[in-house]
């Protein structure tokens, strides 16, 4: 069984700043993928980025990138340039050994004016 | 690609009735899940189809729900005897190959 755990409830940010989002995850599989999804208030589920377990290089999207430490198991989203419309639930999720995303409980992200 | 769709986009019903939701994938996905999202909480995983066939079922998936892919197209997802614990929004996402998962919109239940 997957397990994901976002720790930070709430986080808020500057415009144009950086913030930091959290995850941790347990697994017993070998290979597995890491999402951070984002949830606009109403609107669709967006994929942001995508680790692949088996690379070692952290992966990257324009101002969103993560810090992977697979023996940490932990799983960081890091936004850059924050704008206002990164407001969101950011979710992180695991995929490993089935199809489903295991989810944790989410971030929610204000970006102040 | 006009992504994936979810009807209704809210629907709201009496406890004791049967309710039925339906996802239209992008086209050309062969992989369709469905998932239950509570408030305040992360979206979990309810079942999945690899074309008509059902190959994942969670066990929050009691034998009150049933969901039917009957041609590799749409889904729908029926719950029976709606129970108040029931509300949730209801998530619907394709992919194509086991990649990349993209979600709808939802269909928002609340049963009074």
């Known amino acids: 069984a997957q397990t994901v755990t976002q720790s930070q409830p709430e986080m808020s940010v500057q415009e144009a700043e950086t913030v930091t989002l959290s995850c941790t995850y347990d697994?017993?599989?070998?290979?597995?993928?890491l999402f951070w999804y984002k949830q606009p208030p109403s609107r669709q589920m967006i994929l942001v980025i995508r680790?692949?377990?088996?690379?070692?290089q952290n992966a990257t999207e324009n101002r969103f990138s993560v810090n992977f430490q697979k023996a940490a198991k932990s799983f960081s989203l890091k936004i850059s340039d924050s704008q206002l419309g990164d407001a969101a639930m950011y979710f992180c999720?695991?995929?490993?050994?089935?199809?489903?995303?295991?989810f944790g409980k989410g971030t929610k992200l204000t970006v102040n004016p | 690609d006009t992504g994936v769709s979810q009807n209704p986009r809210h629907k709201i019903t009496k406890r004791g009735q049967n309710v039925t939701f339906r996802c239209d994938p992008i086209?050309?996905?062969?992989?369709l899940y469905w998932y239950r999202q509570t408030l305040g909480q992360g979206p979990e995983f309810l079942t999945y189809?690899?074309?008509?066939?059902?190959?994942?079922k969670s066990r929050l998936l009691s034998d009150r729900f049933s969901a039917e892919r009957p041609k590799g197209s749409f889904s729908t997802l029926e719950i029976q005897r709606t129970e108040q614990g029931d509300s949730a929004m209801y998530l619907c996402?394709?992919?194509?190959?086991?990649?990349?998962?993209?979600f709808g919109a939802g269909t928002r239940l609340s049963v009074l």
């Open positions: 996402a394709s992919s194509r190959f086991g990649n990349i998962q993209y």
């Open positions: 697994t017993s599989e070998s290979d597995y993928y």
């Open positions: 680790q692949e377990a088996y690379k070692q």
């Open positions: 999720a695991a995929q490993g050994g089935s199809e489903k995303l295991v």
């Open positions: 086209s050309e996905h062969n992989r």
């Open positions: 189809f690899q074309n008509e066939a059902q190959l994942e």
